[in-house]
């Protein structure tokens, strides 16, 4: 899977720098920025804000909260000024992307409190995109952004919004900008960044839809794989979370995850639930390995750290989990991180884990 990040960061300021600079010479100041309650030039300021901010959580490896600083432009600024800032804001948050390691994460308080490097590019080109739009509806200007870069922010901080007929018009629905056939209109949104789960030897990464999508078609899905993976289980639930995406009933809390080995920050398989929890309390997990990563406690490690995740929430009442009567070692998984069988229903034994 190719690296989604600092190019894309790049392309969207230098396209919107590109629309903006048209305008230089009309009252930013005095015009509304479409929907918003803000004027242009403070919208176009705040695109700088964000750019710069974003760089700085990541560069700064900053973890319980924003980095205490904030940008300040001159009194004499003028509009080509602004676009000039968001040029140089831009490439740092772009060189930020590209420096941080995979699997670094520093703060951001939607929806789990951190972002990993792709999570952050994916901010900084929403906001790019969004705020240009807003911009340049208050101006009158034409604006559309590229098919992928608007695809790439939605199926990476939006993987909650049913995709639409086209990425666009769907970012903006999802966004309060805009409208889409069948659709209620949205009065409050908010991005979704992936959560990340730590155990012992592991963190358990989520994959998102853009990640899932190229693995259910035999890619890598971004992660670096220990030799025999990632197992065809993992891949066919890749294929389950696309599916969930495009019907929009995919909760990325209650996806997929990576099993992602701190000491070399290979992944060694996946693990995940089938669905949200049922009306009483009840979710499904699964789990796969790698086949070079069995016999090692991974499948054990993992399905604790998920399962205490789990079952630390109000809307969780019991965990179920269904294994072959034929796969001893799962079944030893399952009983070592305190599921118990309930029934035996022709080659599936099933077991379920309470508080």
Not at 58 to 77: H, K, V, W
Not at 263 to 282: K, Q, S, W, Y
Not at 320 to 347: C, H, K, L, W, Y
Request: charged share 25%.
């Amino acid at each position: 899977m190719e690296t989604w990040g600092g190019e894309q960061v790049e392309r969207a300021v230098a396209d919107a720098v590109a629309v903006l600079r048209t305008a230089v010479d009309r009252d930013w100041a005095g015009t509304r920025a479409g929907r918003l309650e803000w004027d242009c030039r403070r919208t176009a300021e705040h695109i700088a804000s964000d750019l710069i901010a974003y760089a700085g959580q990541l560069a700064g490896r900053a973890q319980n909260a924003y980095a205490p600083f904030r940008i300040s432009l001159d009194e004499c600024t003028g509009n080509a000024d602004v676009l000039d800032v968001i040029g140089t804001t831009g490439a740092l948050l772009a060189a930020a992307v590209r420096t941080t390691p995979p699997g670094v994460r520093a703060f951001h308080p939607f929806p789990f409190r951190s972002a990993d490097r792709e999570g952050f590019a994916a901010m900084g080109v929403a906001e790019v995109l969004l705020h240009t739009h807003d911009i340049a509806t208050g101006l009158g200007l034409a604006h559309a952004p590229s098919a992928d870069l608007c695809e790439g922010v939605l199926t990476r901080i939006f993987p909650h919004v049913q995709p639409g007929e086209s990425p666009w018009p769907t970012l903006l629905w999802a966004t309060g900008r805009g409208e889409l056939p069948g659709r209620a209109p949205v009065a409050e949104w908010r991005w979704s960044n992936t959560l990340a789960l730590p155990a012992e030897r592991l963190t358990l990464e989520g994959v998102t839809p853009a990640a899932a999508r190229d693995l259910a078609v035999g890619g890598d899905g971004g992660f670096r794989w220990a030799a025999g993976g990632p197992f065809t289980g993992t891949r066919e639930a890749a294929g389950m979370t696309v599916k969930a995406y495009e019907s929009g009933v995919h909760r990325p809390e209650w996806g997929m995850f990576a099993l992602v080995r701190r000491e070399d920050g290979r992944a060694v398989g996946a693990i995940g639930f089938h669905g949200a929890p049922d009306e009483d309390g009840r979710a499904e997990i699964g789990y796969d390995l790698a086949e070079s990563a069995r016999g090692l406690g991974y499948a054990t490690e993992a399905v604790r750290a998920l399962s205490a995740w789990a079952l630390a929430r109000d809307d969780v009442r019991a965990l179920f989990a269904t294994v072959e009567r034929a796969n001893i070692p799962s079944q030893r998984v399952v009983a070592r991180a305190g599921f118990v069988q309930v029934a035996d229903v022709d080659e599936l034994f099933a077991y379920e884990l309470r508080p």
